[in-house]
């Protein structure tokens, strides 16, 4: 499974972007999804995962109510909404893909297929 992460970008704080991940083939069925940001000096973290048997969404708690996770099943494609975005959100968004079960969604090592990606910067 090869992951495409893009949609990143400089944006001023308050605005919005749009992440895109794109897989290249249609496992989606068999794999829990998630998106993780490492900021500068700072450890990798999960921001939001996609249950995609049933769609099931959960965020960490700095994101909930300003970043939605959803999917485009034709086209294998998932997808980070943020908005309200904040300096603090600056990092890497990666997208990730594993079999992780519900005791393991939460930890980076569940996840075994990684996107390259992508930078979002917020200015305050």
């Known amino acids: 499974v090869q992951l495409q992460a893009c949609g990143g970008g400089l944006v001023q704080a308050g605005g919005s972007l749009r992440l895109s991940c794109a897989a290249s083939e249609r496992t989606f069925s068999s794999y829990t999804m998630a998106w993780f940001r490492q900021a500068p000096g700072k450890e990798r973290e999960i921001v939001a995962i996609?249950?995609?048997?049933?769609?099931?969404?959960y965020y960490t708690e700095s994101v909930k109510g300003r970043f939605t996770v959803s999917r485009d099943n034709a086209k294998n494609t998932m997808y980070l909404e943020m908005i309200r975005l904040k300096p603090e959100d600056t990092a890497v968004y990666y997208c990730?893909?594993?079999?992780?079960?519900?005791?393991?969604?939460?930890?980076?090592?569940?996840?075994?297929?990684w996107g390259q990606g992508t930078q979002v910067t917020v200015s305050s």
């Open positions: 990730a893909a594993g079999r992780a079960i519900q005791s393991t969604m939460w930890s980076e090592q569940a996840y075994n297929y």
């Open positions: 996609l249950r995609w048997s049933g769609g099931r969404t």
